[in-house]
């Protein structure tokens, strides 16, 4: 079986929160049903392209798989009769482009497996989440401690995540199970991965939660955690249970119930608290949001701490590459919590940064909102975890780590092995800002020269010049031929040359006949002579 195999690869080279584009090319019909060609850009630099071929029902199923999200997407209705006729079919490979181009409008649903598998086939199989089980199974059995129960829906939005039901067979507690894939930003060996996991298990924070048990396999890592039946704190924002779907309860939601600021300020506290502890340790997290915090009782649990060392993209991605290249790993936490304090505000930020809010929020939430997601904040002064939790608002709230004693010990070799992951990791994130910024000036770029002004400006241009040509070719040819004698020639201009220019006076003339006849007659004997006399 292939999960056996031992491959030279064993992580996924594909970034999963990368933007794809797909244009349907066109259609031909192939025994008696319309096949049509899309064809998928992936990356910023759109430079990784392929093609992929679609039937309308494999349109009606993704419709069907993306359902549950809500929202109201065109795909066009099923045609009996006459659907192969040639105009029906242009029609309907617009209508189909327009329901890609909705799609792909969300980020919820653009992220989304059925999405990816659908529009690349190739990195994202069918049949994933079969041999994920397979792989758990195979591993559980030789572990002996949990007993696996059965899969969990898709929780989260992580693709390469898969979550399954297990009970811890000495306390008889159910436990969630999550199995990732590695990414393609995995730094670590085999032996120093194993290391760091260990670690984290022994870890204890008060605001960190604990991991119970892991195991390292060829193609990716296991975690076990208790379940927290209150969900996340994504959960609590929109009223959601842990369990549901990840596209029925974030894609479209319904009821989003906003934190006040005391409890804003409070869990921001304590979220920071966990960051700068980490931080300190030489641990970013690199993968903060809603959806990897739990709260129980109004006390937070930071989770999935261990996703930085699995070297999988984070869900704000996206956003970090449109950041200022100055940015390290602790201003991307940073930031990424300035992007869950507006979610508990309001809802997900849709863009980079944001300045105006609305007048009912108070100047001290405005304010911080504004100095870690303003645009000046995003472009050239982002603030620090240390700087944060100097800011008044959360300084009147109790530091809750004194309470409880914090430890995290890395042996000192995989303190270095650590170090170079995140350099490696911050150079990863500087060169696709770059290339960010380069895409976007190429766009605008494009944008100018295909406008109708510019194209407008152009078309003087090329009046201009013909003009100036027909002018240059109506001068007589004597100009001409004058121009290029003396340009050409050292030879002194004839006579028709000199009438061509100003008249001289006769005197003038006569002086420049006779002095040509001496430069014409002069004899270089007589020159070589008086040479050899003075030299006696």
């Known amino acids: 079986m292939a999960i056996f195999e031992k491959t030279s690869h064993t992580k996924a080279l594909v970034d999963d929160t990368e933007i794809l584009t797909c244009t349907i090319e066109n259609s031909q019909t192939v025994r008696k049903h319309t096949e049509y060609t899309l064809r998928v850009s992936r990356g910023i630099l759109r430079d990784t392209t392929w093609t992929v071929s679609r039937r309308y029902k494999d349109f009606v199923e993704l419709h069907a798989a993306l359902a549950p999200s809500g929202y109201d997407l065109p795909l066009p209705p099923k045609k009996y009769f006459g659907n192969l006729d040639p105009s029906f079919i242009a029609e309907r490979q617009i209508a189909l482009q327009n329901y890609l181009n909705e799609i792909l409008r969300h980020d919820e649903l653009a992220l989304s497996r059925q999405v990816r598998s659908f529009l690349d086939p190739h990195n994202y199989s069918s049949n994933a989440a079969e041999l994920a089980l397979q792989t758990v199974s195979i591993a559980l059995r030789g572990e002996g401690r949990f007993e696996l129960k059965g899969a969990i829906a898709d929780i989260g939005w992580r693709i390469r995540k898969y979550n399954f039901l297990v009970t811890d067979t000495k306390t008889q507690e159910n436990c969630i199970l999550s199995w990732q894939n590695f990414g393609p930003d995995r730094y670590l060996?085999?032996?120093?991965?194993?290391?760091?996991?260990?670690?984290?298990?022994?870890?204890?924070?008060?605001?960190?939660?604990?991991?119970?048990?892991?195991?390292?396999?060829?193609?990716?890592?296991?975690?076990?955690?208790?379940?927290?039946?209150?969900?996340?704190?994504?959960?609590?924002?929109?009223?959601?249970?842990?369990?549901?779907?990840?596209?029925?309860?974030?894609?479209?939601?319904?009821?989003?119930?906003?934190?006040?600021?005391?409890?804003?300020?409070?869990?921001?506290?304590?979220?920071?608290?966990?960051?700068?502890?980490?931080?300190?340790?030489?641990?970013?997290?690199?993968?903060?949001?809603?959806?990897?915090?739990?709260?129980?009782?109004?006390?937070?649990?930071?989770?999935?701490?261990?996703?930085i060392l699995l070297g999988g993209p984070s869900l704000y991605r996206q956003y970090l590459l449109q950041l200022r290249p100055s940015y390290s790993a602790d201003n991307v936490d940073a930031h990424c919590f300035g992007r869950v304090l507006y979610e508990m505000t309001f809802r997900p930020l849709a863009h980079c940064y944001c300045d105006t809010y609305p007048d009912y929020l108070s100047e001290e939430l405005k304010s911080l909102l504004r100095i870690i997601l303003s645009r000046d904040a995003c472009r050239s002064m982002p603030p620090t975890l240390s700087y944060l939790l100097l800011l008044p608002v959360f300084k009147k709230y109790p530091v809750r780590c004194k309470e409880e004693r914090a430890t995290l010990k890395f042996p000192l070799a995989l303190k270095e092995e650590l170090r170079a992951a995140v350099d490696h990791i911050e150079d990863k994130l500087k060169k696709d800002q770059k290339k960010m910024r380069s895409a976007k000036r190429e766009v605008r770029i494009q944008e100018i020269l295909n406008s109708e002004d510019e194209m407008k400006k152009q078309k003087r241009k090329v009046k201009r010049r013909e003009s100036h040509w027909q002018s240059m070719s109506s001068i007589p040819d004597m100009y001409i031929s004058a121009s290029v004698s003396d340009a050409s020639s050292p030879t002194p201009p004839t006579t028709g040359a000199i009438c061509a220019s100003t008249p001289d006076s006769p005197q003038t003339y006569d002086a420049r006949r006779s002095l040509l006849d001496a430069i014409c007659n002069f004899d270089k004997s007589s020159l070589a002579t008086q040479n050899n006399s003075d030299s006696r």
């Open 189 to 307: 060996n085999d032996k120093k991965l194993q290391a760091a996991l260990k670690s984290l298990q022994n870890l204890s924070h008060p605001h960190i939660d604990q991991i119970l048990a892991f195991q390292n396999l060829d193609t990716g890592v296991y975690v076990v955690r208790s379940i927290y039946e209150g969900g996340s704190l994504r959960d609590m924002i929109y009223q959601t249970e842990y369990s549901g779907s990840h596209l029925a309860k974030y894609s479209n939601p319904k009821n989003i119930r906003p934190f006040v600021e005391e409890q804003i300020y409070d869990y921001g506290r304590q979220i920071l608290e966990a960051l700068k502890f980490l931080h300190d340790k030489g641990l970013p997290h690199g993968h903060v949001h809603p959806g990897n915090i739990m709260v129980v009782q109004h006390h937070v649990y930071l989770t999935d701490i261990e996703n």
